[in-house]
């Protein structure tokens, strides 16, 4: 089975270290990245969406404020060891109301906002994870929406191997995860495409929320996917020809797993009965951040919310949104 590789090499605390080992203040990178968006076709006010408060930094989307935690993956055998972090969205409104992540990420419709925001989040969580990780030795998972997917035509990575490049990383250092509905619903085909660009860059591919059903091997194989996470209560529910496909993925595959949701010593014991590479969830340590302490603050010079009804390419379905709309 193939392992993680020790892929970033430690960083100063608010340095990045470029690839001609010249360490790169955080402020300056934030102030390239605000002026690359600047000049993008289609951006959401404010005019700054990248700000440094506290050591962190906050993206600003119109009226709301968008910042990271980070979640460990372990080695299954050795829990103490850290293969992974996985990039988990953060987000408020200017009064410091929490934001469900899938609500805000539902609230785009035209195909540019939708980019743009993903962009952004993406962004955001790079920065972030360079800025905190006191040791930055493991890949970052960082999520990729079906509907970004579909959006950009091509040249899928592309855009974010520039943020990486300036940071002086390359796509070797992130896995782009992405949910299996995105492979298996009517729009597979174009979704396959764009993984394959990802995959012809660098970046490694993980599946999530994968369901053992009959065909998974097909299916992954058409994906060429690197890593699959299974949510360790279907293990539980797993029935024996699940079982025997997953014993399969184990141990005549090179793909790697991962077990997420592990919130009990027991549910921990069993994904290890399966023989999976990692384990993630609450049993090892909640996401690494704290909340905004200052978010009405952070919002000042954001897009007001009775302006929002100017920007014509964002509606929201989910009340606690309303104000945007």
């Not at 934030?30 to 959401?44: P, W």
């Not at 195909?111 to 493991?138: F, G, I, K, T, W």
């Not at 091997?217 to 797993?238: M, P, Q």
Request: with cysteine.
């Amino acid at each position: 089975m193939a392992k993680y590789q020790q892929l970033l090499v430690y960083q100063e605390p608010q340095h990045i270290q470029t690839n001609e080992e010249k360490a790169v203040p955080l402020t300056s990178l934030i102030d390239y990245f605000n002026d690359q968006i600047s000049q993008s076709e289609f951006r959401i006010l404010p005019d700054q969406p990248l700000v440094l408060r506290d050591g962190r930094v906050v993206g600003r989307f119109a009226t709301v404020l968008l910042t990271s935690a980070f979640q460990i993956v372990v080695r299954a055998r050795d829990p103490e060891c850290v293969i992974g972090h996985e990039a988990l969205l953060r987000a408020y409104m200017g009064n410091g109301q929490p934001i469900a992540p899938r609500a805000l990420l539902r609230a785009p419709r035209s195909p540019q906002a939708v980019v743009y925001l993903d962009r952004l989040c993406r962004m955001v969580h790079m920065l972030n994870y360079l800025a905190q990780r006191e040791s930055r030795s493991s890949p970052l998972f960082v999520n990729v929406r079906t509907e970004h997917l579909l959006r950009v035509p091509d040249n899928h990575g592309w855009y974010f191997e520039q943020v990486l490049q300036r940071c002086g990383l390359t796509p070797q250092h992130v896995v782009i995860d992405v949910h299996a509905s995105a492979i298996q619903d009517a729009h597979a085909g174009q979704v396959h495409t764009a993984l394959a660009n990802y995959r012809e860059r660098g970046y490694r591919v993980s599946i999530e929320d994968l369901d053992l059903a009959e065909g998974v091997f097909d299916l992954l194989w058409r994906v060429r996917a690197d890593i699959v996470k299974l949510d360790v209560r279907s293990l539980l529910r797993a029935d024996k020809s699940q079982r025997g496909r997953l014993h399969r993925l184990a141990e005549h595959t090179p793909i790697e797993i991962i077990a997420t949701g592990v919130e009990t010593s027991e549910q921990a014991r069993t994904a290890r009965a399966f023989n999976v590479d990692g384990l993630q969830g609450f049993y090892f340590g909640a996401p690494e951040a704290d909340p905004l302490e200052h978010p009405r603050e952070m919002a000042h010079g954001v897009l007001e919310a009775r302006a929002w009804a100017r920007v014509p390419s964002l509606a929201c379905p989910d009340a606690r949104l309303q104000f945007c709309c």
